[in-house]
């Protein structure tokens, strides 16, 4: 990640971390760390990747660093915790931006050295009425956090006063996070781009004999390619019966000829995931029964988006997703009795049993309430979530062998606007026809 961002989002970090302040007191504390490098193995970690809502407030890239925004703090609000340049470990790890990078490349009023938080941070939290903070996320900063407010009011008899509540920010800063705004909105159709393009890739390569491994790396290396560093979460690549396995991640089976492949991926761009999920044949060409699977769930998905809009509620896609595969399963002799009764007994469950969307953004499972006191919340403009009907169907007795593992999911990405919707990953293909003309070509 860029150590050098363009103005443009200095600006749009300063305007979301003025939004935030205008939600809290003008006498307390907001405090948050970044995530932290985790060892892989040996002395080696994983690629490091910032905390969601650390990165939304500063745009910092790097680890060891803790944001802090006081208000009406004289010497500037906005204050970040880093780690200092150091010649010696740059040579080895990478470049830092260190305190003065920390003011001028990333718009912080004032930075110090991270070893100087615990001398530093107590006295910022003095005379501070409320303490925001990631309650629970990490423990041992909460822990931290404790300490110092313990020190502060043992203190008290020498004129020192202490916050008087710690306060969860997450429920103010999700709130605002669920709604998108243009800049993230362009990130999160860049993503999607780059995602759709991985997905195309997939389709052009696959022929029976390939490992579901070697498709996922020609996938993402289109990824790559588009400059996305790192996928958004770890990809989904599953081959006939492995399809039925909602997070299968092993992807290391061999393509069978008469089998469809499962796809569900997505790049991250700039903290901002992608999620798709596209469902092919090996060979290019649909069999008769997975047409017919495959079209039910093509048509809820359909449905689905049709009660996205404005003024719908959060349930309303899952709902319309759940009658038309209900429906479906009913047709094709898969399910018996009524679609009241399929509906009541939720019988579909045995081939549907997951929600037909999540919201997306920083995190690909991303924040926000989805019921406001115990009632589903009214879709509003700059939502983003998927939408993600699936039928998955394992070989059992009481199933007709024609249909046996056939597990289908198709998910795209969808942004509510004033005037409706948009399908963010559209140019990934999607319909039979498209999907075996590709392949075929």
């Not at 044949?281 to 029964?289: A, I, L, T, W």
Request: net charge negative; with cysteine; proline share 5%.
């Amino acid at each position: 990640m860029s150590n050098n961002p363009p103005s443009s989002n200095l600006d749009t970090h300063r305007r979301r971390r003025a939004e935030l302040v205008n939600q809290i007191g003008t006498n307390d504390i907001v405090i948050v760390p970044t995530s932290s490098e985790q060892p892989r193995n040996g002395d080696v970690v994983y690629q490091f990747r910032p905390d969601s809502d650390f990165f939304y407030l500063s745009g910092f890239p790097e680890p060891e660093a803790v944001l802090v925004i006081c208000p009406g703090r004289p010497q500037g609000e906005y204050v970040l915790f880093c780690r200092e340049k150091d010649a010696l470990r740059e040579l080895w790890d990478g470049r830092r931006a260190g305190l003065e990078g920390a003011v001028g490349l990333y718009g912080a009023d004032d930075a110090f050295p991270i070893e100087d938080l615990g001398d530093i941070l107590p006295g910022m939290m003095e005379e501070r009425e409320k303490v925001f903070t990631n309650v629970g996320r990490y423990p041992t900063f909460d822990a931290q956090v404790l300490s110092w407010l313990t020190k502060i009011k043992q203190e008290a008899r020498i004129g020192k006063h202490a916050p008087y509540e710690l306060v969860d920010l997450s429920h103010l800063l999700h709130e605002q996070r669920l709604f998108k705004r243009k800049a993230e909105i362009a990130c999160m159709r860049k993503a999607a781009k780059m995602s759709a393009a991985g997905h195309t890739r997939a389709m052009q390569v696959c022929r029976p004999g390939m490992y579901e491994y070697q498709v996922q790396a020609e996938m993402e290396c289109e990824f790559r390619k588009a400059g996305s560093p790192y996928n958004a979460y770890p990809s989904i690549v599953a081959g006939g019966d492995n399809a039925c396995i909602l997070h299968y991640t092993e992807n290391d089976q061999i393509l069978k000829d008469g089998d469809l492949l499962l796809i569900d991926a997505g790049a991250e761009y700039q903290c901002y995931a992608a999620d798709i999920s596209r469902t092919f044949p090996v060979n290019g060409k649909f069999s008769p029964e997975q047409v017919a699977i495959y079209e039910i769930v093509l048509a809820a998905q359909r449905a689905a988006f049709d009660k996205c809009g404005p003024g719908h509620t959060w349930n309303e896609p899952h709902d319309a997703a759940v009658q038309v595969i209900s429906q479906g399963l009913l047709d094709e002799g898969l399910l018996t009795g009524s679609l009241a009764e399929v509906l009541e007994s939720q019988a579909y469950n045995r081939f549907y049993m997951h929600r037909t969307g999540h919201w997306l953004g920083m995190d690909v499972h991303d924040v926000g309430d989805y019921q406001i006191d115990e009632h589903w919340r009214e879709l509003e403009p700059g939502m983003v979530f998927t939408v993600e009907p699936g039928i998955y169907i394992s070989a059992a007795e009481d199933v007709d062998r024609r249909w046996h593992n056939i597990g289908i999911r198709i998910e795209d990405n969808v942004l509510v606007r004033k005037e409706g919707i948009e399908v963010l990953t559209e140019q990934a293909p999607k319909t039979i026809a498209d999907i075996e003309a590709l392949m075929a070509g």
